[in-house]
């Protein structure tokens, strides 16, 4: 009987810490060409998270993206240009339904490399998206307002109450390759560039997640896969407008746990990729694991 305990415990455990992890990973090292204009980005995660490629100007066919290099020699992935010039095309990297993309949980993560070339194209519609799902966005600043903004789709209060999570940041750095991470441990929310913390709150009540649009809905197969309403990177969600115009680097999203200040800077620095951060879990899951622990040396008694 003992035995089937530990047994299940574990099993709790581990599906628990399972979810306690990097959920999502694009460096844009690779394009796979599958053919037909089916351009695919792989997640390097484990999750499966893969994004299609929609590229060229809106209404026109799917054209390969163009590559660039990236702030530390390797490639980065280039949005909203066509030839050469800035604000003259768009493409974004649309991510096929995952619940543990969406429901990140009461801790998270989420980082990227970007560089932002151009901060108000008429038809991007201003105010470009880095990532935008039905639950949360990360915004850079337009032309007259260059702040960066998180804005979740459940936000109460709403915008503008010191406790509310639509959230005016810190500026991003313009024309030129800057690292952002935010941050939630539950409590505080805090914003990172460059490694180095420059915005935080600690006034809001706990993160509130939709749920993800029904199938049915007008939300459903936005992407052309066949999946309702998935996470979009270098655009918003629902709407083919305000893509970036500029590079975007190893994005990444930690689900139902957080990244320490330390863990930042080492990110930052290279010391550290999404793939070897270790990512603090929830209270919930290091109690089980102590559990677990715990259950082993009783056994072994």
């Not at 108000?120 to 600043?141: A, H, K, M, T, V």
């Not at 935010?182 to 709150?201: A, C, E, M, R, S």
């Not at 629902?238 to 994005?251: F, M, P």
């Not at 990729?273 to 056994?299: D, F, N």
Request: aromatic share 12%; charged share 15%.
């Amino acid at each position: 009987m003992k035995k089937l305990i530990v047994g299940i415990l574990l099993v709790f455990v581990l599906a628990m810490n399972a979810q306690a992890d990097l959920v999502l990973y694009m460096d844009f090292e690779q394009i796979i060409d599958y053919g037909g204009g089916i351009y695919v980005v792989p997640d390097q995660s484990g999750y499966g998270n893969h994004g299609m490629l929609e590229a060229g100007f809106p209404g026109s066919s799917t054209a390969l993206p163009s590559q660039t290099p990236s702030v530390n020699g390797s490639q980065a992935l280039l949005f909203g240009y066509d030839g050469g010039v800035p604000g003259a095309g768009w493409n974004d990297v649309a991510v096929a339904y995952s619940s543990e993309l969406g429901n990140v949980g009461q801790m998270w993560s989420m980082a990227f490399w970007a560089r932002q070339d151009d901060n108000g194209p008429e038809w991007s519609g201003n105010y470009p998206r880095i990532i935008s799902c039905p639950n949360y966005e990360i915004e850079l600043g337009a032309e007259g307002d260059p702040a960066s903004y998180f804005w979740p789709w459940m936000a109460d209060p709403a915008w503008g109450d010191p406790a509310s999570w639509d959230m005016t940041m810190a500026n991003n750095p313009y024309q030129s390759w800057f690292h952002m991470v935010l941050t939630y441990d539950g409590t505080t929310f805090i914003q990172y560039i460059n490694g180095t913390p420059v915005f935080g709150n600690n006034q809001m009540g706990p993160f509130v997640e939709s749920t993800w649009t029904d199938p049915d809905s007008d939300w459903s197969d936005i992407d052309g896969l066949g999946t309702p309403t998935p996470l979009r990177i270098g655009t918003q969600a629902w709407i083919n407008q305000r893509y970036l115009v500029g590079a975007l680097d190893d994005v990444a999203i930690w689900g139902n746990c957080y990244l320490d200040a330390d863990t930042v800077a080492d990110l930052y620095n290279g010391v550290v990729t999404p793939l070897t951060a270790p990512c603090i879990p929830e209270p919930m899951t290091l109690s089980l694991l102590a559990l677990g622990g715990a259950a082993l040396l009783r056994r072994r008694k």
